[in-house]
T-cell receptor
Framework: GAVVSQHPSRVICKSGTSVKIECRSL??????MFWYRQFPKQSLMLMAT?????????EQGVEKDKFLINHASLTLSTLTVTSAHPEDSSFYIC????????????FGSGTRLTVV | KQEVTQIPAALSVPEGENLVLNCSFT??????LQWFRQDPGKGLTSLLL?????REQTSGRLNASLDKSSGRSTLYIAASQPGDSATYLC?????????FGKGTRLHILP
C-alpha cells in the first residue's frame, strides 16, 4: 500500500529557533497533503492542507506565519515551525491519499517536537 | 459542520473477549469512513476503510460496519489480545478532508 515517510521522528530545539519537518509520499504522487497536530491524549487537529504548486489552506485559528508550509513537488511537503516557543511543543503528523487507489488516507509516523 | 463522536472514550476488557467500538457522525454525506489504530507516540495505522456505498469491511479479527443513513459505524474486535491495546480512531472523509473522532483508548488485560 501507499507509504508516507515523515522526518524527523523527534526533535528538540531552543526557543526562538525554527524547525522543519518533512513529509514524503514514497510510492505515489500527492497533489495534496495534510498536516495535523495532536496534544497528549487528544485527537488529531487539522492544521492545514498543503497544495502542490500553490499556497496552503490553513484552518481557522492556525497562524500561517508561524507554521510555514511548502509543497514544492508532488512527493514532498514541509512544515516549518518558525520562532518556536514551548507552547508549540506537540506531536505533528502528516498524511496523504494515493489518488490511484481506494485505500483512504495514509499517515506518516509523526514528529515529536519539544521546544525548550 | 461535521462532528464525529466515539464511544466509549476508554475501555478495559480481559483478553479473549469480543468488543465493539462505536462511532457516530452528524452529516451522512461522506465519501468513506476509515478506522485507524494509534500506539502511544506513534503515527496512525489504517485498519479498515469503508466506502460510502459499502456496509462493512473485514480484516482478520476486525470487522467494521457502516450505516450511513443513521450516521453510525462500529468496529468489532474478536478474541481480543493484549497487542490490541491502543487508541482507535474513527475518521470520515468529505470534501477531501477527514474529520476525526477523539478516539477510544482500549486496554486489553492479560
Amino acid at each position: 500500500g501507499a507509504v508516507v515517510s515523515q522526518h524527523p521522528s523527534r526533535v528538540i530545539c531552543k526557543s526562538g529557533t525554527s524547525v522543519k519537518i518533512e513529509c514524503r509520499s514514497l510510492d505515489f504522487q500527492a497533489t495534496t497533503m495534510f498536516w495535523y497536530r495532536q496534544f497528549p491524549k487528544q485527537s488529531l487537529m487539522l492544521m492545514a492542507t498543503s497544495n502542490e504548486g500553490s499556497k496552503a489552506t490553513y484552518e481557522q485559528g492556525v497562524e500561517k506565519d508561524k507554521f510555514l508550509i511548502n509543497h514544492a513537488s508532488l512527493t514532498l511537503s514541509t512544515l516549518t515551525v518558525t520562532s518556536a516557543h514551548p507552547e508549540d511543543s506537540s506531536f505533528y503528523i502528516c498524511s496523504a491519499r494515493d489518488p490511484r487507489g481506494a485505500d483512504g488516507y495514509t499517515f506518516g509516523s509523526g514528529t515529536r517536537l519539544t521546544v525548550v | 459542520k461535521q462532528e464525529v463522536t466515539q464511544i466509549p472514550a476508554a475501555l478495559s476488557v480481559p483478553e479473549g473477549e469480543n468488543l465493539v467500538l462505536n462511532c457516530s457522525f452528524t452529516d451522512s454525506a461522506i465519501y468513506n469512513l476509515q478506522w485507524f489504530r494509534q500506539d502511544p507516540g506513534k503515527g496512525l495505522t489504517s485498519l479498515l476503510l469503508i466506502q460510502s456505498s459499502q456496509r462493512e469491511q473485514t480484516s482478520g479479527r476486525l470487522n467494521a460496519s457502516l450505516d450511513k443513513s443513521s450516521g453510525r459505524s462500529t468496529l468489532y474486535i474478536a478474541a481480543s489480545q493484549p497487542g490490541d491495546s491502543a487508541t482507535y480512531l474513527c475518521a470520515v472523509d468529505r470534501d477531501d478532508k477527514i474529520i476525526f473522532g477523539k478516539g477510544t483508548r482500549l486496554h486489553i488485560l492479560p
